[in-house]
């Protein structure tokens, strides 16, 4: 099937093979009346007080072909809108020790905003810490080398630690525990006014705003922090500004890498991609107690305007994993969160009725993916 709007041919060879060798105009017009992204988020993302999360993977009017397809197709190319590039870009890094702060922020700026910031990021100081203490290295590699430069470098990983493994009595994650001791050698790579930041705030927030939209956010960042027992921020320098975009960026290994190199200290994994609904503002009281008591290490990581919150946690050892995996998802569906938000279902996740029907919509047979969102795995779903 052939919806990009190119003239690739008829034949599923000709298309192919003209789209392979790139024998087409890519200064084609697009298909009309079809688009590349959600003209409707800004809008819905601006809806605060709805009682329902902005964006999940399991909203059944954004599933379309390719989009949300999760492995049902064979995707060899996509059409995608592009944006005109910003003239001027501005990072804001504010902190606070009163979550209901970064609640006001995210509400005014959703509210009173015309155009909305490019990112706004938040990050507990838990996992400040953690990309701080277990990515250094992937910083420093993508500081200084190209990314694409590291899917060599997991396949140099993967055969070194593979090579390891075949010897008697050999520690596991060879690579990764060397990688570790190599980053604490080097310099310290944080800026010092981030470090002040978060020696002195629990709760961090980072807005990356461009041209028209820098302004409005200093405004509104002043008038909230002039009074300094509500916290503080930043205007950070381009290298400021760069390495806290790269801190939050390389964070997402963090958990892992905790899993693999403190085995003593260490249990199984729990990450959790959840949205959250638009009005919780009690978003930094969601993991109960009972399931704190149970975590060497709950990080907590959140894309702030559209409420989706990444909970990757480190159980304790000994802790039952699956029991606890159910009593936190069991708590958040009671909170009316829907997840994961922005990752596939893949096999861990049950996929909820309308997500199963568009599986079922795109691959009859049941052929590719089988078993994708714990469905049958047997031929047409049986």
Same mark, same amino acid.
């Given at each position: ?78 059409? #995608? ?40 990021? /938040? ?9 701080? *203490? /277990? ?15 590291? %899917? ?20 596991? *994650? ?19 006014? @981030? ?54 960026? #390389? ?65 304790? %050892? ?20 829907? /997840? ?7 096999? @861990? /996740? ?9 599986? #079922? ?22």
């Amino acid at each position: 099937m052939n919806h990009l709007g190119l003239e690739l041919g008829d034949s599923p060879e000709e298309i192919l093979t003209n789209l392979q060798e790139g024998r087409f105009d890519p200064d084609a017009p697009g298909v009309s009346g079809r688009v590349g992204s959600d003209r409707g988020y800004q809008d819905r993302v601006r809806q605060v007080d709805a009682a329902t999360p902005a964006r999940f993977n399991a909203d059944r009017t954004r599933l379309h072909e390719a989009s949300g397809s999760a492995g049902k197709l064979a995707i060899f190319a996509v059409r #995608v809108d592009t944006f005109v590039a910003p003239n001027e870009e501005q990072v804001f890094w504010a902190g606070t020790n009163d979550p209901s702060v970064l609640t006001t922020i995210r509400r005014r700026i959703l509210g009173e905003f015309e155009e909305l910031p490019e990112m706004c990021e /938040y990050m507990h100081r838990s996992y400040f810490d953690a990309s701080d *203490h /277990y990515c250094k290295d992937t910083f420093l590699f993508l500081r200084f080398f190209n990314s694409s430069l590291l %899917p060599k470098l997991f396949r140099l990983k993967a055969s070194v630690d593979g090579l390891i493994g075949r010897v008697p009595r050999s520690p596991a *994650h060879v690579s990764d525990r060397v990688l570790q001791r190599l980053g604490r050698l080097w310099p310290d790579h944080l800026p010092k006014r @981030l470090r002040a930041s978060r020696d002195r705030y629990e709760h961090m927030l980072m807005i990356k705003a461009n041209d028209d939209v820098i302004a409005p956010s200093r405004a509104l960042l002043e008038e909230i922090f002039a009074d300094a027992t509500a916290g503080g921020f930043l205007s950070c320098t381009k290298d400021e500004g760069d390495r806290a975009i790269l801190h939050r960026f #390389v964070a997402g290994g963090a958990s892992s890498r905790f899993h693999m190199v403190e085995p003593k200290h260490a249990g199984g994994l729990i990450p959790l991609d959840v949205a959250l609904p638009r009005n919780l503002e009690a978003w930094h009281e969601v993991v109960p107690d009972d399931v704190r008591d149970q975590l060497a290490a709950p990080f907590v990581l959140a894309h702030f305007l559209c409420h989706v919150f990444h909970y990757d946690f480190v159980a304790l %050892p000994g802790v039952d994993v699956v029991a606890l995996r159910e009593r936190l998802e069991t708590h958040l569906d009671g909170l009316g969160a829907k /997840y994961p938000a922005e990752h596939n279902v893949g096999h @861990l /996740y049950r996929a909820e009725a309308g997500l199963r029907d568009f599986y #079922v919509g795109l691959d009859p047979t049941n052929s590719f993916n089988a078993g994708v969102g714990q469905t049958s795995k047997r031929k047409h779903y049986a």
